[in-house]
């Protein structure tokens, strides 16, 4: 059998503040039987710019996605909020291209595309899990990302209450209405704190960054941790903390 | 003509401005989470027992996709039927034009007090204002606009203008403005003091002044819905009737309701059906108001039709859902809009009504979302907000010009962003960050990244990106 062709479109955020959830991602993916690879053309799909309201700076951005990543049979992202930003916006910006169809944010790719729930994952801590806006409402992953928590060993999954509500980073919102998105970010931390969880996971570096970057102010204690990084620790190479 | 449209009130400050004072407010914060949290809870539970509720929402956004695209036509159907069923038919351009059409109706009768019943129409062209200061004085017979009218307070939600209030504040109210005060704070006690001081007030008015939930083009049959009954009494009652309608409110069929009145109760008060649907068409002799006239209004609505992602805002029925799950809207309350129409649909209507961009608080609104599509989720009529947001925020932009420095950064960040190799110093660079960081996190950044590190740590750049890291080992 021919290894799937797979593309990792690690985002700009985690390429450039999170290169252990990249690598988290090359090693699970190979783990599954893949063939990934990073084309290193890639930089940002532009939700930055879309998202404040500079179409035209998207735009080029998002066809330089298209091109980046045209020949590969999937596309995989570690993101919610850029896998939607490509899949949902990019058509409007530069028409549908192969690209935009065969992307598939990490869960996603997981239990839709290879068909598994358990990737032989090992975790020994209690996680509580936050639904990031993209991930539930623009691309609907729905419960794929607990699923494939839930047969991790060791770990305990701990409910988050008011799991869906926004925390409050919502790019440049987090910059212009700083007021609101910290009320929004307390009331999320609250929750976490709540759980008694040690480690709040999630499928979007840019909302763990900013409920982590809370918890961090607050010395709370929790670790925000990505999806990937769980999925890809094992007891013979279990997860280390990022070192900076 | 060219006068200010009243749809964002004057002197409001810019949304982060108004939000810095209402997140400060302890009392309005525990008021909107209270009540936003239980009547999400109880549209949920309605919503999810209808089965067809997705294809009534395709349906009812098809509908309105419909009427606006072809307002002109129904437009004229409507006056043709409202005019054989005896009523007369007004056409207001804006706010001005509409309130001074109304001020001459009423004094044509004779008359100094008017019933209203709650109608965001008027709300959003400040008819009371503009009656009170001809000399007539109009009474809100909703109990919560009666409220924000008693206590000399703006509303702060499409549906329940007087959310941010508590049953202690509405009491406070009703004993420095009622005759006959209540009893206690008891919602019973409340609502008998309102209903002694409405009861007076319907009995004595010659003239009601509606909104319009719907109208419909065939048979020129206006519908108003609502909880209390006082709607109800202000469209019977009285002799002369005037209803004020934004074109946009038009079905064309008597069966396109059935749509309409199944979304709109579950969605705005999480009710199965309304209480109350009255529906009149033309007079009738013996039976209701003698004269009945109807005031059509433009208002910004031609202006938003022409946006063509824009204008699926016009779709919107006033449910208030979008408000009731937003988390922006739940920690600042519907005043810090400045508008009537606050929340999600308030931060593109508003803005697109008022038509322009420049105007700097209309033009900090379609900023107050953070984007997370919980508005989009639960509209009624499909109206994609988080677009439509972004949209107005690429007219903010285009309206402002390049040489801000948000637009200079955004130039940067997009020179840096299409081309690889740039992209890949400017990591190196960022990775000096690390001088900024103990232990791996920065808790103070320079302007505007201040506004991040006021309350939130930042992750210190890594020395080595994932890219960098790739070539070294695979590449």
């Known amino acids: ?244 | 003509m060219g006068a200010r449209n009243p749809v964002t009130w004057l002197g409001s400050p810019t949304f982060p401005k108004a939000a810095h004072t209402a997140l400060a407010d302890t009392q309005l914060r525990s008021n909107l989470r209270k009540a936003t949290t239980t009547i999400r809870a109880k549209r949920a539970g309605v919503v999810a027992e209808l089965d067809d509720w997705e294809r009534l929402r395709l349906a009812g956004a098809a509908i309105k996709d419909d009427v606006l695209a072809n307002l002109d036509t129904y437009l004229v159907r409507l006056e043709e039927s409202v005019t054989a069923c005896g009523g007369v038919v007004h056409w207001a351009r804006d706010a001005a034009e509409a309130n001074q059409i109304v001020l001459d109706l009423v004094r044509a009768e004779g008359a100094d007090e008017v019933v209203k019943v709650k109608s965001m129409a008027t709300a959003e062209i400040g008819l009371n204002e503009a009656l009170e200061a001809g000399g007539v004085h109009a009474v809100e017979t909703d109990l919560a606009e009666l409220i924000v009218q008693l206590g000399h307070d703006r509303p702060s939600h499409i549906l329940v203008p007087a959310i941010h209030r508590n049953r202690a504040e509405i009491g406070e109210i009703f004993r420095g403005q009622m005759t006959e005060p209540p009893a206690s704070d008891e919602p019973a006690d409340l609502a008998e003091a309102a209903r002694r001081h409405l009861r007076r007030k319907f009995l004595s008015a010659k003239v009601a002044i509606s909104g319009a939930n719907f109208a419909v083009a065939d048979t020129g049959s206006v519908v108003v819905v609502e909880s209390e009954g006082n709607g109800r009494m202000c469209v019977t009652l009285p002799e002369t009737l005037i209803t004020v309608m934004g074109i946009e409110k038009l079905v064309p069929t008597w069966q396109d309701l059935e749509v309409f009145l199944q979304l709109l109760p579950r969605s705005s008060t999480a009710e199965r059906m309304n209480p109350y649907t009255s529906v009149w068409s033309g007079v009738t002799p013996g039976d209701g108001p003698r004269k009945f006239h109807l005031v059509l209004l433009d208002n910004g609505r031609t202006a938003t039709l022409a946006d063509e992602v824009g204008a699926q805002a016009l779709r919107c029925i006033r449910c208030s859902a979008c408000l009731n799950v937003c988390p922006v809207y739940e920690r600042t309350g519907g005043q810090a809009y400045g508008s009537v129409y606050p929340g999600p649909i308030g931060a593109i209507l508003a803005p697109q009504l008022a038509g322009d961009m420049r105007d700097k608080q209309a033009a900090s609104l379609p900023y107050a979302s953070s984007l997370c599509g919980a508005c989009y989720e639960v509209c009624p009529v499909r109206i994609n907000i988080p677009e439509v947001l972004t949209q107005l925020r690429s007219e903010v932009v285009a309206a402002k010009g390049k040489r801000t420095p948000e637009a200079l950064a955004m130039a940067a960040a997009a020179w840096v962003f299409a081309d690889p190799k740039r992209y890949e110093a400017a990591q190196k660079a960022g990775s000096l960050s690390r001088l900024l960081a103990r232990d791996g996190t920065i808790s103070w950044l320079p302007w505007p990244g201040s506004k991040w590190t006021s309350t939130r740590d930042f992750p210190a750049v890594p020395k080595e990106s994932f890219r960098a890291w790739w070539r070294r080992t695979r590449g």
Request: aromatic share 8%.
């Open chain 1, 1 to 244: 059998m021919t290894k799937l062709r797979v593309a990792l479109f690690a985002t700009c955020l985690t390429d450039t503040l999170y290169p252990d959830t990249g690598r988290a991602v090359l090693r699970l993916l190979e783990r599954l039987g893949c063939e990934v690879d990073f084309p290193l053309e890639q930089t940002c799909c532009g939700q930055l710019h879309y998202n404040t309201g500079y179409y035209d700076h998207a735009r080029p951005l998002a066809s330089d996605y298209a091109a980046a990543f045209a020949g590969y049979d999937y596309i995989v992202a570690p993101s919610g909020s850029c896998g939607g930003m490509v899949r949902e916006i990019h058509p409007s910006l530069c028409g549908t291209t192969p690209a935009v169809e065969r992307t598939y944010e990490l869960s996603e790719f997981l239990v839709d595309v290879l068909g598994v729930t358990d990737v032989g994952a090992y975790f020994p801590h209690r996680v509580t899990y936050h639904p990031t806006c993209h991930s539930l409402r623009m691309l609907k992953v729905g419960d794929k990302p607990l699923r494939l928590l839930r047969t991790v060993r060791g770990l305990e999954l701990t409910e988050l209450p008011g799991a869906e509500q926004c925390c409050g980073f919502g790019g440049t919102f987090a910059l212009k209405n700083a007021e609101t998105s910290t009320a929004m970010l307390t009331d999320k931390m609250r929750s976490v704190q709540d759980t008694g969880a040690e480690v709040l996971t999630a499928g979007d570096n840019s909302c763990l960054m900013h409920i982590g970057g809370g918890l961090s102010r607050m010395r709370s204690g929790v670790r925000t941790v990505h999806l990937a990084e769980i999925l890809a620790s094992t007891e013979e190479e279990p997860w280390v903390p990022a070192t900076r």
